[in-house]
């Protein structure tokens, strides 16, 4: 007994949830932003890819990939025996940057870290994170004027930390 | 680990800009195994690091778990000169906050 009324409800409901999706879609995009620049953003450290952590804290993930930034991760670079304490050393030729942000793809939550500068910060900002054990690509990601730029730089890890 | 209990800032002029090191002494704990077991009981970690010049606010760094234990941040800042006053705050996950500050030499 499909009666014509059911099947209006059905595209009824359908449209009503992709409204509802759509406006929630715009206001997370708009309202992000303003809301990171007032404290901790926590949908930035909780998100689990780098996607998610790139809208939450750039509100965008369009990336000009690009070798004004310059970056190095432990020494030696490439294999790393101790995860718990990785040297990072992130450079950059671009004037007016905003923000610098350190993610580990396999780390359980990406974002390890995140700088926002003023115009009197020079670089290179150096600090030191922990990585999972195994590989895995450390990317530095830098907002200049609006856009992002990106960098990364795959590693090993013996013994992994526990980010 | 006697010398290690006091967080740690120096800052020194060279030339064109003043060189900022900090060294904060915080477990940095995740809660997570070795393993990376998703549990997150026992989460203690720095999440806010600000630094002021001369009460000028200068750096912001938001940290998550996946910051190294005792945190270290080197930087730089344009210009300055001897006797700036460098301060560094920071609060963790649990409201537990510390200051420390230093002058440029």
């Known amino acids: 007994m499909t009666s014509p009324y059911r099947l209006e409800r059905r595209t009824v409901l359908k449209q ?3 409204a509802t999706t759509l406006a929630m879609v715009a206001t997370s995009g708009l309202l992000l932003p303003q809301r990171v620049l007032a404290h901790w953003p926590s949908d930035a450290f909780t998100a689990e890819t780098v996607e998610d952590v790139l809208l939450a804290l750039m509100g965008q993930a369009d990336i000009a990939e690009d070798n004004a930034v310059t970056f190095a991760v432990g020494k030696p670079t490439k294999l ?11 450079t ?5 940057i905003e923000r610098v942000a350190v993610l580990v793809d396999n780390n359980p939550n990406p974002l390890a870290m995140s700088f926002d500068l003023t115009s009197s910060v020079m670089m290179p900002l150096k600090s030191r994170i922990k990585i999972v054990e195994g590989e895995s690509k450390v990317i530095a990601v830098i907002r200049a004027e609006g856009k992002l730029y990106k960098t990364s730089r795959d590693v090993r890890v013996y013994a ?3 980010p | 680990m006697s010398m290690l209990e006091q967080d740690r800032l120096r800052a020194t002029l060279r ?3 003043t060189a900022v090191r900090v060294l904060l002494i915080h477990p940095m704990t995740s809660g997570r195994s070795v ?3 998703p549990a997150v009981s026992g989460l203690h ?3 806010d690091i600000r630094c002021w ?3 000028e606010p200068m750096l912001e760094v938001k940290c998550g778990s996946a910051t190294a234990e005792n945190p270290y941040f080197a930087f730089r800042l344009m210009e300055g000169e001897i006797g700036d006053k460098i301060k560094v705050r920071w609060v963790d996950n649990m409201g537990q906050k510390g200051v420390v500050e230093t002058l440029v030499n």
């Open chain 1, 16 to 18: 009503f949830i992709s």
């Open chain 1, 80 to 90: 790393i025996t101790d995860g718990q304490s990785v040297t990072v050393e992130i």
């Open chain 1, 92 to 96: 950059s030729s671009l004037a007016n």
């Open chain 1, 160 to 162: 992994g930390g526990n």
């Open chain 2, 15 to 17: 030339v064109g800009h």
């Open chain 2, 35 to 37: 393993n990376n077991s």
């Open chain 2, 45 to 47: 970690f720095i999440q």
């Open chain 2, 53 to 55: 010049r001369n009460d």
